[in-house]
């Protein structure tokens, strides 16, 4: 059984900085990406950045140059180091997981979600 376990989650100062953690277990396939996303209330799901199973990596533009994505492979971990950190940034942050199985089929799973605030 595939779990996502996120944390680094908070309640942070404008400007301030937080790290999530996103450990993958149960994972027998291999990861074809790794990926955050994030939910305001009252408002879609989007992609905050992503990174392949290559390295590459990708970001929306409003968290570029602010935002890292970065990954361990060996531990199945993905991380997101926030900086400069806004109030718009405040949103549940989701972990996502893509991986690809023997006969070029995906699966997608998705962590419980962590919270992260930031104050004005």
């Given at each position: 059984q595939v779990q996502l376990v996120e944390s680094g989650g908070g309640l942070v100062q404008a400007?301030?900085?937080l790290r999530l953690s996103c450990a993958a277990s149960g994972i027998i396939f291999d990861i074809?990406?790794?990926?955050?996303?994030?939910?305001?209330?009252?408002?879609?799901?989007?992609l905050v950045a992503a990174i392949a199973s290559g390295g590459s990596t990708n970001?929306?533009?409003s968290v570029k140059g602010r935002f890292t994505i970065s990954r361990d492979n060996a531990k199945n971990t993905v991380y997101l180091q926030m900086n400069s950190l806004k109030p718009e940034d405040t949103a549940v942050y989701y972990c996502n997981v893509v991986t690809l199985g023997p006969f070029e089929n995906e699966h997608e799973y998705w962590g419980q979600g962590t919270q992260?605030?930031?104050?004005?």
């Open positions: 400007g301030g900085s074809k990406a790794m990926a955050w996303y994030r939910q305001a209330p009252g408002k879609q799901r989007e970001y929306a533009d992260v605030t930031v104050s004005s």
